[in-house]
């Protein structure tokens, strides 16, 4: 499996954006789908985006679907999450993670060797 390492986050007015990046270490990254998911204090983690191994396939949740975008560098084994129009409810620290298990890609269940998270706080 991969070990992943998150940076990024900060303090940002609404509107404004920030660009979360996933550094992963291993020579498989390239063959998982890699996702970012988020959680906010008292709350579960959930599905932000996710990206197919080649990058052709983009799945988003709905609240952050026109306003997020999910990318990857397989050459740099990195995954980006560049965030736009950020709202309130989009403060939670993200994690990305590695799609290691079958199953619908945006259950957290299927994926594994998360990173340590990012902090992302959106102030109105």
């Known amino acids: 499996q991969v070990q992943l390492v998150e940076s990024g986050g900060g303090l940002v007015q609404a509107g404004g954006s920030l660009k979360l990046s996933c550094v992963a270490s291993?020579?498989?990254?390239?063959?998982?789908?890699m996702g970012w998911f988020r959680q906010a204090p008292g709350k579960e983690r959930e599905f932000v985006a996710t990206?197919?191994?080649?990058?052709?396939?983009?799945y988003y949740a709905g609240s952050v679907k026109g306003r997020f975008t999910i990318s990857r560098d397989n050459a740099k084994n990195t995954v980006y999450l560049q965030m736009d129009s950020l709202k309130s409810e989009g403060t939670a620290v993200y994690y990305c993670?590695?799609?290691?298990?079958?199953?619908?890609?945006?259950?957290?269940?299927?994926?594994?060797?998360w990173g340590q998270g990012t902090q992302v706080t959106v102030s109105s």
């Open positions: 993670g590695a799609q290691v298990y079958g199953g619908n890609y945006y259950q957290t269940g299927t994926f594994g060797s």
């Open positions: 990206i197919s191994w080649s990058g052709v396939g983009r």
């Open positions: 291993g020579r498989t990254f390239s063959s998982y789908a």
